[in-house]
């Protein structure tokens, strides 16, 4: 259960803005802005989706800082009341949506901070994924780093040993040494190297980014979409919440993501797929050994096209707000720009970072401001 997950992490003080009150888009603009999101989408060549918590609660995980969220109730000494085992859990609408999005192209790489396998159990390919805080549903090995699709959840979390001797081979056929970990993160533990790159380099990249179901408090997780706004890409955010990025995309829409995106598949003609056992690999690692590794050919052939399309480009907008993000606080002081990003930090967020997002209207911004992309992200 996710409250497990929660129990299992060691305390932290800084879980960033709780509780926020949701708000939900009336009908004629939500449809408006679901039009907006299907008419991005169709005209963008490279879209990346950033998943949260949000987009997991339709399956009956609560999320972490929603009203009714682990860390809001957390605060008020109480624990939420529907909670579905990680077991048990499958995936929800979106999950099936991002699935088939990927397969028919439209959407090239999805970047999740959530560790409760679902995008795993729909079937999405690996190919296409990062996993940033890790996956409950797999195991990796402490010498040759491969990673294992588990048949249940573990029931550890913050890199912990199972004993089980890994699987892997080497070349030349002989057995690996190594020993599995859970591979959850526990605050401050270091991200997947692979993962963090592959999501850094898609988001930098792609001329979209859609973020849902999170309030991008968590960092490097929740900076990667401004990757895509920085190189001139448009922001999308879809949540029930003020994130802290409002003030800086395209469009928000605030409302349900399983409905914004069924709204969308319908304005581009897409069938939404239903849950297939026989697409969820962790079935399948019931009686076979299932490699989850992300492959080194796959980061390098990403590392060209990062290099040719991003490097000496001047980008576009500049680190909008980077005074206040090199002000967030460290665990260490020493940390330089790229330690700190292979690091979970929670934002201790002050207190007008959240004003900002609830006055940031979320209206569609027009192209004439949009090229004028410094101005905009003044007030
Ligand atoms: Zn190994």
Known sequence: MSCNYAEGLSPYEHKGILGVPEKFEP???????CDLLAQYISQSKHVVVHTGAGISTSAGIPDFRGPNGVWTLEKQGKKPSTNVSFADAKPTKTHMILKKLVECNKVQYV?????DGLHLKSG??????????????VDECNVCKRQFVRNRPVETVGKKCSGVPCAAEHVGGRPCRGRLYDGVLDWEHSLPDNDLLMAEWHSSIADLSICLGTTLQIIPSGNLPLETAKYGGKLVICNLQPT?????????????????????M??????????????????????????????????????????AKCKGVKKKRSLIKSKRNSAEPSTN?????????SKIIKLEVQENSITEGI??????KTESVEQNGTEQNQG
């Open 124 to 137: 999405l390919s690996r190919k296409h994924l990062a996993e940033l805080h890790g996956n409950m549903f």
């Open 27 to 33: 009908l004629e603009k939500f449809n408006k802005k």
């Open 333 to 341: 002081s020493n940390d330089d720009e790229v330690d700190d990003k």
């Open 111 to 115: 970047v999740s901070q959530n560790i």
């Open 244 to 264: 802290k990025h409002d003030n800086k995309a395209d469009l928000v829409i605030n409302y349900y993501v399983d409905d914004i995106l069924e709204k969308v």
């Open 266 to 307: 319908n304005i581009l003609g897409l069938d939404i797929p239903t849950y297939n056992e026989a697409d969820d690999l962790s079935k399948m690692a019931e009686s076979a050994i299932i490699d989850w590794t992300i492959n080194r050919k796959d980061v390098l052939a990403l590392e060209k096209i990062f290099k």
């Open 359 to 364: 006055t940031a209207n979320g209206d569609v």
